[in-house]
């Protein structure tokens, strides 16, 4: 597999990959609960509830908010075209788009957590956020070689680190970074 970004800090070289295997963050202890139904892929969180019970949405919606006690509940759509993402917000496109269901967190576990009230909302969008980055395989794992020229004048790569699972490869790089500064520090001291 091919490094999608590399960057060299001195006698060190960073490669970015792409994470093959990364854990599904609805594996977390996520504050949230997703309630999804799409006939090709299985989304969201393990639940009880029968899409065909419910003729809409909202009747889907109120009988969650009643039988769960919720604090906050929002929509969840995917984009479907070459990929997938979700969001809280619909797409613009009506034939590769709509609802897949919803995330929302109860009042008794907003209070377990003690979690400030004015962000509930910030948190759960969040989570969704978290987890679009995971279906778009938005998710990456780091290499980092100290790199050596032998006397035939040839660069050796030897791996120092690496590390994986990743939100964001602008994320992975920074964490990388600091990885190489560790190293370089390490080598000041000898």
């Given at each position: 597999m091919?490094?999608v970004?590399?960057?060299r800090?001195?006698k060190?070289?960073?490669?970015?990959?792409?994470?093959?295997?990364p854990?599904?963050?609805r594996?977390?202890d996520n504050?949230?609960?997703?309630?999804?139904?799409h006939?090709?892929?299985?989304?969201?969180?393990k639940?009880?509830?029968c899409?065909?019970?419910?003729?809409?949405?909202?009747?889907?919606?109120?009988?969650?908010?009643?039988t769960?006690?919720?604090?906050?509940?929002?929509p969840?759509?995917?984009?479907?075209?070459?990929?997938?993402?979700?969001s809280?917000s619909?797409?613009?496109?009506?034939?590769?788009?709509?609802?897949v269901?919803?995330?929302?967190v109860?009042k008794?576990?907003?209070?377990k957590e003690?979690?400030?009230e004015?962000?509930?909302e910030?948190y759960?969008?969040?989570?969704?956020e978290?987890?679009?980055?995971y279906?778009m395989?938005d998710?990456?794992?780091?290499?980092v070689?100290e790199v050596?020229?032998?006397?035939?004048?040839?660069?050796h790569?030897?791996?120092?680190d690496?590390c994986?699972g990743?939100?964001?490869d602008?994320?992975?790089?920074n964490?990388a970074?600091?990885?190489?500064?560790?190293y370089?520090?390490?080598?000041?001291?000898v």
């Amino acid at each position: 597999m091919e490094p999608v970004n590399t960057e060299r800090v001195g006698k060190y070289l960073i490669e970015i990959y792409p994470d093959s295997s990364p854990d599904s963050p609805r594996e977390w202890d996520n504050l949230g609960t997703m309630v999804c139904f799409h006939k090709r892929y299985d989304l969201g969180d393990k639940h009880d509830y029968c899409s065909s019970n419910y003729d809409s949405w909202e009747e889907m919606k109120e009988d969650i908010i009643k039988t769960e006690n919720v604090y906050t509940i929002l929509p969840l759509y995917l984009y479907d075209h070459s990929g997938i993402t979700m969001s809280t917000s619909p797409f613009h496109c009506p034939w590769d788009s709509g609802q897949v269901g919803f995330i929302f967190v109860s009042k008794d576990k907003v209070k377990k957590e003690g979690i400030d009230e004015t962000k509930v909302e910030q948190y759960l969008k969040g989570e969704v956020e978290t987890y679009d980055q995971y279906i778009m395989g938005d998710v990456y794992g780091y290499k980092v070689f100290e790199v050596s020229t032998c006397d035939h004048g040839h660069e050796h790569k030897e791996e120092l680190d690496s590390c994986w699972g990743f939100y964001g490869d602008y994320e992975c790089m920074n964490e990388a970074k600091s990885i190489v500064e560790y190293y370089m520090k390490e080598k000041e001291k000898v």
